[in-house]
């Protein structure tokens, strides 16, 4: 069988090559991304390994790279995409790229440093400036208001913008008073509390003034900036300040020198000013000098971070090989495919003439019972598609690859369930614009972006069978097409060929067409899809009802059958001919009897013509073929000898589940006694029991849980028709001057609600059954997924990884 339907028939390989080609060797390897390479020394620790140190050079590398690309992003500045090239790092590039590393490490983290130093400095000395600029409104506008023997009353301070005052009489005002102040700065939200400290400790004999800083819209640190207010405080004697000092300590207030005089206030802020304007020139430089740093960086950055990439992978995988003696010759075991063995062999024998060694790599295929990785070859067209059966689980060795069958099963139970030409159109035209627009999509770096890329094709494919499904169900938006001409015609039932005349139009709501009156029916069904005279039918409900059902029972059985023929094919390429016998003939005996005989009583009603009210229920006939009813008055037949027909299949179906649950674990008892080995016949048939009820209750089970593709399309039709007569339908009978305003606005709305609640709601609800319906009900047939992934050494993708 062809490799795509199997995983690759897979080798193991022992390799050996010369120390000094050992990177080239591995280099080559990995642009090939066709081998995998095993542990030859499982029972030692990483720390263990002969190039631990390499290695964790690597991881320190990639650490100081992750740190330059976090300060090239905080200073919006381009990094440079790597230029592809095969040179082989070596232990050179390690030492060069090291000393690089950790000079430009030093280098910005003591810019950095010396950075917020000068920023800290900087908002240290704003404040100040604050500060003194509000000491000295305040002292201009007590001099002007105050009188030098008396401290200020409550009704005596005036309120400005942005400005709170609190003071309080003290309890003389004969005589000079000796007034301290102390001023700082203090976080906004601290203000309340410290304010009602200051009152509990001088009991009211304090005066508090304090503003909110604003600083200068062009200032460069602003967004870094915390809400503070500048206070200042007032009290009388030296003790009380030094009271003040400590209660400042305790919320964390900055305190600053204040002069007692305006001249030596102003000759404080002056100098201030200058310091700023000094600090900010240095931060400038300080800034440029980085940012020129870090430009210079990053047009290397990407060729580095590739380097250090395959670096690490090069000494990991070293550290996977052996040595001999010598310590010359490495020694490494590797998984490939028996089809790309020539090809690994002709870039190993490359890589040594690069190398300059006198010694060709020698390749020896050796036997083992390990069982190998799985390797399914996928492209960009099936990748999608395997991921989705991965995330099940990965095959086993040489198992049936479910991924080829899923491509078109999968995006075909999906539109059964999402039938609507119109949407499906509307899906394909998005997949479409994916396709195209694949590489600036990619630039996003963003998840669910990301994962509308990875399933590009399948939503393409969900799209058009979507589409097909849509002309089958003949729906596009909740609407029918009449594109080949309705096979029914109400003219033929008016007189004088039919019983309608003029007042049964007018005294009957209700009206039925009669295909026995002739030219009612014209005997030829619709060409393709549902006839468009359903659209208008009152009983459409009940007709699509039966229709979807039946059609999902059948869709269910054939998915199920084909699961149980594929488990025959893995019986086959494993010679597995006791499992064929013992379990797939009694399985698919089982199914057929029970459920494929419901099948072809459907396709048997569907082609007999029955009159209305004498047509038999195909779910009462098959309940009552399980419990042996057949003299009731509700158990009409459809055939001669069916009741003979059906007895003899029940009781068929019956007879596999001891030969399913005994049969197997008696021959497989005889040939382990056979054989003298030893061999638990109780653990055997519990596991023959819990596989034989699985099954026999799975049939069941699996067969009602395919009706959700009858339930999920109901919805979706429902919804649509919904959507469309309370939105659209009420817009195009709008006949007032706003009509046209209204149109746009209700289009508009029904555009987002189809894309929200129709594509996207119940796209995804599909989608999600769609899974369900391939990982439970059609792979558990044939597909064990308790392998393990073939992940061969590759370098393809380091550019893409974080």
Known sequence: ??????????????????????????????????????DLNPGKTSYQRRFVNEVKKCEDMERIIRFLRKEMKKTNIFVAEALQSDRVPGPRDIVELETIFTKLEKELKEINSNHEVLRNNVMDLMEMNYLLHMTEEFFDEAQSRLSCSDLPLEDSITTYPRVTSRCTRSCSTSGPLNLRFVAGVIRQERIPAFEKVLWRVFHGNFVLRHAEIQPPGESPMIEDLVKKDVFIVFVQGDQAKGKI???????????????????????????????????????????????SLLTAVAAHLEEWRTKVKKMKAIYYTLNLCNTDITQRLIVAEIWCAVSDLNKVQAALIEASKQSGSSLHPVLNRIHTQQTPPTFNRVNTFTAGFQSIINAYGVGDYQEINPAPYTIVTFPFLFAVMFGDCG?????????????????????????????????????????????????????????????????????????????????????????????????VYSGTPYPFGIDP??????????????????????LGVVHMLFGVTLSLLNYIHFRNAK????????????????????????????????????APSILILFINMMLFAYDGPGSPMLFHCQKAVQIFLVVLAFLMVPWLLLVKPLVIYREQKTAKQQVSMGDVLVYQAIHTIEFCLGCISNTASYLRLWALSLAH?????????????????ITSELGPVLVVVLFAGFSILTVVILLIMEGLSAFLHALRLHWVEFQNKFYKGSGYEFSPLSFTNLRSED
């Open 533 to 554: 005279i359903w659209s208008i039918a009152t009983n459409k409900l009940s007709f699509l009802n039966s229709y979807k059902m039946k059609m999902s029972v059948i």
């Open 1 to 38: 069988m062809s490799s795509c339907f199997r995983s690759e028939e897979m080798c193991l390989v022992q390799l050996f090559f010369q120390t000094e080609s050992a990177h080239d060797c591995i280099n080559e390897l990995g642009h090939l991304g066709l081998v995998q390479f095993k």
């Open 423 to 519: 949407h499906g159109l509307l899906m394909a035209v998005l997949a479409m614009w994916i396709i195209f627009q694949e590489e600036k999509f990619k630039e996003l770096n963003n998840e669910l972006i990301s994962v509308l890329v990875n399933g590009r094709y399948i939503v393409l494919l969900m799209g058009i069978f979507s589409i097909y499904t849509g002309l089958i169900y003949n729906d596009c938006f909740s609407k029918s097409l009449n594109i080949f001409g309705s096979a029914w015609r109400v003219n033929a039932m008016f007189e004088p060929s039919g019983p309608w005349t003029n007042e049964t139009l007018l005294h009957c709501e209700h009206l039925q067409l009669d295909p026995q009156v002739p030219g």
């Open 245 to 291: 000092k400590k209660i400042c300590d305790g919320f964390h207030a900055s305190m600053y020198p204040c002069p007692n005089t305006a001249n030596a206030r102003k000759d404080m802020r002056n100098n201030v000013n200058t310091r700023i304007e000094d600090l900010q020139m240095v931060l400038k430089r300080t800034e440029e000098y980085k940012e």
């Open 717 to 733: 039709a429902e919804l649509s028709e919904v959507l469309w007569n309370m939105v659209l339908r009420s817009a195009l009978t």
């Open 579 to 614: 499992s064929i016998l013992l379990q797939f003939v009694p399985e698919l005996v089982f199914l057929l009897s029970l459920f494929g005989y419901l099948v072809v009583l459907i396709f048997f009603k569907w082609c007999v013509v029955f009159q209305p009210d004498t």
